[in-house]
Structures are given as structure tokens and as C-alpha cells.
């Protein structure tokens, strides 16, 4: 599973609101902006999973040796059926994504290995990675056996309120991946609950949101009005300008899981006018 890389350039400090206090500055300017915003509570935009939060997703880029090749194959799969699972196709629109294909399903797709056959008929692949999974919470346990067990015991059940997924890594690997707990819910009580299956050594949830910020305040104002809603690696976006903006270039970016990093976001964005900053950043959790 590809993640996002981290580092200085990549990441950015944790948003902070004082006492829980939303900006009567801010309120005020967007007001006169005429722009209508749910903001209540104020942690809704603290942690924009609480939102956002979408059923597991993947999406898959794959590399094919021509554009046409990828061309092809996105009109034959897109829409068509795969072991019950409708996919959605779509070729890469950016000039420098010559032959990349993006595939997704609302479905669990199979580890690349097991799936790579589908799209060989179209072309030559070159190779083909896990781009996006909603947010998700990753555990690992001291054994692989303990891996299988929680699989055993929780796939497919109701854990608080809703039905989930557990999905390994590997047969041998003691990692599981936990798709679809409600938003908020505390890590210390999946694992208490997970931990039926055997001892955790590791618990983490993977949920991203990010900023992006432009050269002026009137692209960022045609970002918002022309990319909300719009979609990224089978994710719908949702834009709303930073409440630490001062000068109203910066946006908050919310609505897609992890695997989508800062070059994605900045390539998306530069439809709408000069990008001088992104970021993709990890959720307190």
C-alpha cells in the first residue's frame, strides 16, 4: 500500500484552534464574501474525516506503454463489471500523464498482482499502484495467526454502529487493514475491541486533508468557486477557504483518503491559477 511520503516539504503543522474558537475575523470576511459555511462545531474543519469520511475505496494507477493503449482500455472497462464490482476508468488528462489510467471501485479491488491480468490485453503495462484508499485504520499484531483470527472475528461484523472490513496485508503478515468505523471514533476503543484477536503492537489511523495556497487572492476565490465538488483519484472534493488565511490565498482541502500527496493536489489546483504551496497533512489522531 503506497502512502504518501513525508518530510519538511511535505508536511505542515497541525491546524490549532484556541480554546475551540472559530475567527470572528474570518466569519466576518467570508460573510461579505457571501459565502454560506456550515462551521459549527469548529472541529469539523480540526478534522475533516468527520465530514468527509467516505465507504473503502481504491484507485488504481496504471501505466501502460501508449497513451493509446490506456485510451482503450478505459473504454472498454469503464462501466463494465468485474467480480461484481463496477469500475470506473478514466485516462489521465495532464500532458506529463502520458499513458496513466486511473481505476477505481467502490468495491475491495485485489492486491495489483492479482488484478494486473485485466488490463494486459489493451498494452504493454509497465506497473500499476494503489493511488487512494478512503481513511482507513491500519493494526498491527505480534503474529500473522492473530492477523487471520481478527479477520475471523470482525469481518463483516458490526462494530460500533457500523459494518466493517477487516482486510489483511498478506497471508503471512501480521498487518490488518479496518475499513469503514464510524469518523470518530477513539483508536483505544477499536483496539480494546481488536484486541480480542490477539496483542497489537501498532494502531494508527491513515486519513489525510491538505492546504493549498495560490499567488493571489482572486485565483483562490475561481478555485473555490470552480473545483468544489470536483473529483481527484475517484474522490469528490471539498474546498473551503483556511481559516488561518490571512489574505485569502490559502485553501482547506478535505474529502480524500490516504495516498494522494501534495503533487497531486498542486497539479489539480493549477487549473484554477499560479499554485505557490501544497500540502498533504496527517490528522491528530
Known amino acids: 500500500l503506497k502512502l504518501p511520503r513525508e518530510g519538511p516539504e511535505h508536511q505542515a503543522g497541525e491546524m490549532e484552534l484556541r480554546n475551540g474558537a472559530f475567527p470572528r475575523a474570518q466569519l466576518r470576511r467570508w460573510r461579505r464574501a457571501g459565502l454560506v459555511l456550515l462551521l459549527a462545531p469548529a472541529t469539523w474543519l480540526w478534522r475533516p474525516r468527520a465530514l468527509f469520511a467516505q465507504m473503502a475505496l481504491r484507485t488504481y494507477e496504471v501505466h501502460f506503454s501508449t497513451r493509446g493503449a490506456a485510451g482503450e482500455a478505459a473504454a472498454k472497462l469503464d462501466g463494465s463489471k468485474w467480480k461484481g464490482q463496477r469500475l470506473v476508468a478514466t485516462v489521465d488528462g495532464?500532458?506529463?500523464?502520458?499513458?496513466?489510467?486511473?481505476?477505481?471501485?467502490?468495491?475491495?479491488?485485489?492486491?495489483?498482482?492479482?488484478?494486473?491480468?485485466?488490463?494486459?490485453?489493451?498494452?504493454?503495462?509497465?506497473?500499476?499502484?494503489?493511488?487512494?484508499?478512503?481513511?482507513?485504520?491500519?493494526?498491527?499484531?505480534?503474529?500473522?495467526?492473530?492477523?487471520?483470527?481478527?479477520?475471523?472475528?470482525?469481518?463483516?461484523?458490526?462494530?460500533?454502529?457500523?459494518?466493517?472490513?477487516?482486510?489483511?496485508?498478506?497471508?503471512?503478515?501480521?498487518?490488518?487493514?479496518?475499513?469503514?468505523?464510524?469518523?470518530?471514533?477513539?483508536?483505544?476503543?477499536?483496539?480494546?475491541?481488536?484486541?480480542?484477536?490477539g496483542t497489537i503492537r501498532f494502531c494508527t489511523v491513515h486519513s489525510h486533508h491538505g492546504e493549498v495556497r495560490f499567488e493571489s487572492a482572486a485565483?483562490?476565490?475561481?478555485?473555490?468557486?470552480?473545483?468544489?465538488?470536483?473529483?481527484?483519484?475517484?474522490?469528490?472534493?471539498?474546498?473551503?477557504?483556511?481559516?488561518?488565511?490571512?489574505?485569502?490565498?490559502?485553501?482547506l482541502v478535505s474529502g480524500f483518503g490516504a495516498g494522494v500527496d501534495w503533487q497531486d493536489l498542486k497539479g489539480h489546483f493549477q487549473q484554477a491559477g499560479s499554485v505557490v504551496f501544497s500540502a498533504v497533512k496527517r490528522p491528530r489522531v
Open 94 to 197: 495532464r500532458s506529463e500523464g502520458q499513458g496513466r489510467l486511473f481505476v477505481r471501485s467502490s468495491g475491495q479491488l485485489p492486491e495489483w498482482k492479482d488484478f494486473k491480468h485485466l488490463f494486459e490485453e489493451f498494452g504493454t503495462v509497465k506497473d500499476g499502484v494503489m493511488r487512494a484508499t478512503a481513511p482507513f485504520m491500519e493494526v498491527r499484531y505480534d503474529s500473522h495467526r492473530e492477523a487471520a483470527e481478527a479477520v475471523n472475528l470482525f469481518d463483516g461484523t458490526e462494530l460500533f454502529g457500523r459494518t466493517v472490513t477487516i482486510e489483511r496485508q498478506a497471508n503471512e503478515s501480521p498487518r490488518v487493514w479496518v475499513h469503514g468505523l464510524p469518523e470518530n471514533i477513539r483508536i483505544s476503543l477499536v483496539k480494546d475491541k481488536l484486541a480480542e484477536a
Open 219 to 251: 485565483e483562490a476565490g475561481s478555485a473555490l468557486e470552480e473545483l468544489q465538488g470536483s473529483e481527484l483519484l475517484g474522490y469528490k472534493l471539498s474546498v473551503l477557504p483556511h481559516y488561518k488565511s490571512t489574505d485569502g490565498t490559502k485553501l
